[in-house]
């Protein structure tokens, strides 16, 4: 009896595995033809400085077409040291399907080249593929700068706009240019646009000149131009910078508009001075922004130097620290 009972057990086991795996449809035979090895002709005459560029591809091996090939870092302007990126996407040809990717499915002709990325979509009847092109060369980058004139009526420089330029480095200079001992007036400024007003930075009259260079997206630059020279008068500086003014509580500073600055600070003949809320100039020791500056009698801030009473002021006129 208990012979039967296992032989009866088993039997209704090996009926139920076999009903179980009879419920499971078996999987289909992939009845499509693998696209197979693919190689691609790539070609490019980007360059940096293109304002826009093109990508050419072409299949010459494989079971599939070219859908589409367009680049996904494309910017306004191609700036030296970039890389390019194109985005390729193919499709399998009738009956036929991408059976792998990687970087082993791929041999390309054309230009150089590096494969970064690839997956199959649309249930392996599309692929996109990403590659990269070479770093452009920051040598065919056309940075210069050209047109460098004086507006003499108000002491504004112009150039000509640079297409690529992301901003310019400007530096006002003292002198007729050309020599080798140039006296240079004030810090290098940063401007976006291809103008700078220079009025305020012009201390005395004299003969003066300037100097400008591009700067790319990636902060590539371009050769230093000089501009010509020009005399600067002192009824040009009158018209151009205001004047100081007095009155029985002290001095000020009237601006050309005819306002004049208060509660604040204001650089005047390339020295920074203080003016209180009623826009008198303050000398002496200023607490501003939690740091401590000196301004002598002269009203000028006093910096990388000793105070009077002995204190140290850094590079931008704050105290240091003992």
């Known amino acids: 009896m208990t012979v039967i009972k296992k032989r009866l057990f088993h039997g209704i086991m090996g009926a139920m595995v076999f009903s179980a795996l009879c419920a499971f449809p078996a999987f289909a035979k992939e009845e499509r033809t693998p696209v197979g090895h693919i190689r691609l002709n790539i070609s490019s005459d980007i360059q940096a400085g293109d304002a826009g560029a093109s990508i050419d591809v072409s299949v ?22 970039v890389r390019p990126k194109v985005e390729i996407w193919l499709a399998a040809d009738s009956d036929c399907y991408f059976k792998k990717s990687g970087k082993s499915t791929f041999t390309f002709t054309g230009d150089e080249v590096k494969y970064v990325s690839s997956s199959t979509k649309y249930d392996k009847e599309l692929l996109r593929l990403v590659v990269s092109l070479d770093e452009l060369d920051e ?27 992301k901003s310019y480095k400007v530096r006002l200079y003292r002198g007729k240019g050309g020599s080798s001992s140039e006296n240079r007036i004030g810090a290098v400024c940063t401007v976006a646009e291809n103008s700078f007003d220079f009025a305020e930075q012009i201390p005395k009259a004299g003969n003066y000149y300037f100097k400008v260079r591009a700067v790319d997206i990636r902060g590539n630059e371009g050769d230093w131009v000089e501009s010509p020279w020009f005399e600067v ?31 604040c600070w204001q650089l005047i003949d390339s020295r920074w001075y203080f ?8 000398t002496g020791w200023i607490f501003w ?17 000793v105070t009077p009473d002995g204190s140290a002021v850094g590079e931008d006129g704050a105290r240091l620290l003992q």
């Open 60 to 81: 010459e091996e494989g079971n599939c077409s070219l859908e589409s090939a367009d680049f996904i870092n494309e910017q306004e302007y191609w700036a030296g040291g």
């Open 139 to 165: 040598e065919d980058e056309d940075l210069d700068v050209s047109g460098l004139v004086w507006d003499q009526d108000n002491a504004i420089a112009h150039w000509d706009q640079n297409g690529i330029a």
């Open 233 to 263: 008068t002192d009824a040009d500086l009158a018209d151009w910078k205001g004047s100081w003014k007095r009155d029985g509580r002290g001095w000020w500073f009237e601006n050309r508009d005819g306002s004049y600055p208060r509660d």
């Open 275 to 282: 003016f209180d809320s009623d826009g008198y100039m303050k």
């Open 289 to 305: 922004n939690g740091k401590e500056y000196f301004c002598d009698e002269s009203g000028a801030m006093l910096v990388s130097a």
